[in-house]
């Protein structure tokens, strides 16, 4: 995602972006986002379809990039930050992504994540693993893209299905397995508690 579209310096640029941000966020409480117009969104937003099309090109893209600023922002707070080396940093991006997950699905945690969210936030975890393991890419000579692709979806999927499960145990427990699952696909050093490398490095 470009983050540009949330941290545009212009300051009114930034306040009509999250006008419509808010906008679509209102009206998805309610409705599907396929039954929503962009004229729904302009008329919610208080501004005119010409308006919507100077930022946006489509509802698919303040989708988009409502996801992405919200959740950015939520990895902001948790200062999460991935530069490719430190495992733990990526249990702090699942825990991240686990609780923007049931932000979304609502108190009840019954709303239906729709596709248009769950690929917007796979773009953003992308993004962030991306940038880590371009600066440290694999020793072992995968394809940044490939690795980053596994990995996020990885990270997704069992998020998504913990979500959904009854009875699901804590989020930190979560963040604990699937760090132990996502950690030798991104070649990550990895220690339990006892000290006991489970994911070593491969030899350079």
């Known amino acids: 995602m470009d983050i540009s579209t949330c941290e545009t310096v212009d300051p009114r640029i930034r306040r009509t972006r999250e006008l419509l941000q808010q906008a679509l966020e209102k009206l998805l409480e309610t409705k599907e986002f396929e039954k929503i117009s962009v004229q729904d969104i302009a008329d919610q937003a208080t501004v005119n379809r010409a308006t919507f099309y100077d930022h946006y090109n489509d509802k698919s893209a303040l989708l988009a990039a409502m996801v992405g600023c919200r959740f950015h922002r939520l990895l902001a707070e948790r200062q999460v930050q991935f530069d490719g080396t430190c495992a733990w940093a990526l249990q702090a991006l699942v825990l991240a992504v686990s609780e923007y ?104």
């Open 101 to 204: 997950l049931t932000r979304m699905q609502g108190p009840d945690g019954t709303r239906a994540v729709e596709p248009h969210m769950e690929s917007a936030m796979i773009a953003v975890v992308r993004g962030i693993l991306t940038e880590g393991l371009t600066k440290h890419p694999p020793k072992d000579g995968s394809a940044v893209q490939l690795v980053v692709a596994a990995a996020s979806w990885a990270i997704y999927g069992a998020v998504k299905e913990w979500a959904y499960m009854p009875g699901r145990c804590p989020a930190d427990q979560l963040a604990a397995s699937v760090l132990r699952m996502v950690a030798p696909i991104l070649q990550l050093p990895f220690h339990e508690a006892g000290g006991v490398s489970e994911t070593p490095m491969p030899p350079p």
